[in-house]
């Protein structure tokens, strides 16, 4: 790994908690719990989302306590301080496990213990976003958002995103539920995963419909060019995940992100679910740096890129933005 992209600060903005279970880990928790499971095997690749969802949600049944919420976010914040996360926006599942019995309370206690352990002790800070699963009903989402509330109001959760199988499910079904979201003020943002059926209109959506604050993936607007002109106008942050895109559809779709940063748009690197993609941020960095052989300044730009496309305060985001120009002009003297 390179010492330079390992250094240099950064914030992910598209990390599924859940999706940080390594097999070892996934498989300890199963063996606690008693939980009736096969041995956790990851295959080199998945065919397309839905093969993945299914060995995602199937991993997850070992997760039922506290401390194993606590022990998942405590490990991902380990290697995300070493792959050089200074801040962090973190997706979790809440359904995903209230509907196995794990009380919601359960979910966000666990992961808050870690998450102030982790700012406590020289970062990486943290925010949490609770994502709805876009191929179970609104009225399951609606009682999510209901069940959030006294979370978000303790300032326990940021915003609310979209996430799960999004075939048959545009964002527009969540219309109402991500109004109301915003009305209890939650920051919205929605999955649009690549290579999906009318990935393009739901991409409209998102921006028209639901008027989110981010979109996640969304590398498929690069085949409009009104759509990008539209992202790139409201600086509308894209996370993209390069890793997750080559381990489900074969490409780092590196050729799609250049063309974006080229257009003005706030693309952003990510790692989405780094214990199924085989790597973490610096590694998805580092995947895109070689495909397009990026120079520092470059990748400078993307590092400051993901901080302004995150939630946090203009003076946080400028601080940070300065951390990483150091980094690089640093690198340049040495
Ligand atoms: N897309 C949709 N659902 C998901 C993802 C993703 O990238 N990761 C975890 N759940
Ligand atoms: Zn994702």
């Known amino acids: 790994m390179d010492d330079f992209i390992l250094g ?53 049944a070992g997760l039922r306590d506290e401390a194993d919420f606590t022990e998942l976010t405590a490990r991902y914040l380990e290697t995300a301080r070493h792959h050089g996360v200074r801040y962090a926006e973190l997706f979790f599942d809440p359904q995903a496990h209230t509907a196995r019995g794990v009380p919601f309370a359960t979910v966000v206690t666990g992961i808050r213990r870690a998450q102030e352990a982790a700012r406590a002790q020289g970062g990486p800070d943290t925010e949490l976003v609770m994502c709805f699963l876009r191929d179970e009903s609104v009225e399951s989402a609606r009682a999510t958002l209901a069940e959030s509330l006294p979370y978000r109001e303790r300032g326990w959760i940021l915003g609310v995103g979209l996430d799960s199988d999004e075939r048959g499910n545009p964002p527009e079904k969540f219309a109402g539920v991500f109004a109301d979201a915003r ?26 419909v639901i008027g ?49 940063m080229s257009r003005g748009v706030l693309v952003t690197l990510n790692s989405d679910d780094p214990a199924y993609f085989g790597g973490y941020v610096a590694d998805n960095y580092e995947a895109v740096a070689s495909a397009l052989g990026l120079s520092r300044k470059e990748l400078g730009a993307l590092a400051k ?21 150091e980094h690089v002009h640093g690198w340049r003297q040495r």
């Open 212 to 260: 989110v604050d981010r979109i996640d993936h969304g590398t498929e607007c690069v085949a409009d060019p009104r759509l990008c002109d539209e992202l790139a106008r409201r600086r509308l942050g894209l996370t993209s995940c390069p890793l997750s895109n080559l381990r489900l559809y074969g490409t780092l779709m590196a050729d799609e992100i250049y063309e974006l």
């Open 183 to 208: 009305a209890a003020g939650y920051r919205l943002t929605a999955h649009c995963d690549p290579r999906q059926e009318h990935s393009i209109a739901h991409l409209w959506q998102c921006v028209e």
């Open 8 to 60: 240099l600060p950064k914030c992910e903005l598209h990390v599924h908690l859940e999706g940080t279970l390594e097999p070892t880990m996934a498989a300890t928790m199963a063996a606690r719990h008693g939980v009736e499971r096969a041995p956790v095997t990851r295959p080199p690749a998945f065919e397309g989302l839905a093969d993945f969802l299914a060995a995602y949600y199937a991993d997850m």
């Open 305 to 325: 890129s993901s901080f302004e496309a995150s939630w946090l305060p203009p003076e946080r985001k400028a601080a940070y933005e300065r951390a990483v120009d």
